[in-house]
Antibody, heavy 114, light 107 residues
Framework: EVRLVESGGGLVQPGGSLRLSCAAS????????MNWVRQAPGKGLEWVSY????????QYRDSVKGRFTISRDNAQRSLYLQMNSLRAEDTAVYYC???????WGQGTLVTVSS | EIVLTQYPATLSLSPGQRATLSCRAS??????LAWFQQKPGQAPRLLISDASNRATGIPARFSGSGSGTDFTLTISSLEPEDFAVYSC?????????FGGGTKVEIK
């Protein structure tokens, strides 16, 4: 069974940092690209970042470029999102999504507020 | 950035009725369009990939069509569990973008 389990969310002040993690199981992690997608409360879905299986291709949405860093550790079967200089508009549930888009984690809530 | 506009924003229908949801792209995305269903408190579920290919386990009452800039998701006969929010997504160019969603609610 494919499982994606996010962790690391929480309450952080504006300008602060958080590191999200996504633990993958039930499939060959090295065979798939991965994505982070977020959803602000009551709003639609927003793609955040993409990483290829061997990390040689990475993409970000403009609003997070220079602040967020996606990475993965294939040996640990884990995906990460380092989020710096957080803003109120980054408040959202963050989902880890396996490419082909069939499999999503349950999400982790990030709240940026003073 | 490609903007996806979904309409209507809300669709009020009864079980057994046909639902037709639209997604229009600001420029051509070819056939690189997907549809997702989302229920409150849950992660989205992939319904359709590449405009018209049903994902594994998705009932045949869900169908997708279109190419270029205009796409349609059709639910042939609504079941009680189909009342949810539906979102389209383009994967043709970076950044990947989603539409704002159509809520299918019980009339």
């Amino acid at each position: 069974e494919v499982r994606l389990v996010e962790s690391g969310g929480g309450l952080v002040q504006p300008g602060g940092s958080l590191r999200l993690s996504c633990a993958a199981s039930g499939f060959t992690f090295t065979g798939y690209s991965m994505n982070w997608v977020r959803q602000a409360p009551g709003k639609g879905l927003e793609w955040v970042s993409y990483i290829s299986p061997d990390s040689d291709a990475i993409q970000y949405r403009d609003s997070v470029k220079g602040r967020f860093t996606i990475s993965r550790d294939n040996a640990q079967r884990s995906l990460y999102l380092q989020m710096n200089s957080l803003r109120a508009e980054d408040t959202a549930v963050y989902y880890c999504v396996r490419d082909t888009w069939h499999y999503w984690g349950q999400g982790t809530l990030v709240t940026v507020s003073s | 950035e490609i903007v996806l506009t979904q309409y209507p924003a809300t669709l009020s229908l009864s079980p057994g009725q046909r639902a037709t949801l639209s997604c229009r792209a600001s420029e051509s995305v070819g056939s690189s369009l997907a549809w997702f269903q989302q229920k409150p408190g849950q992660a989205p579920r992939l319904l359709i990939s590449d405009a018209s290919n049903r994902a594994t386990g998705i009932p045949a009452r869900f169908s997708g069509s279109g190419s270029g800039t205009d796409f349609t998701l059709t639910i042939s006969s609504l079941e009680p569990e189909d009342f949810a929010v539906y979102s389209c997504q383009q994967r043709n160019v970076w950044p990947l973008t989603f539409g704002g969603g159509t809520k299918v609610e019980i009339k």
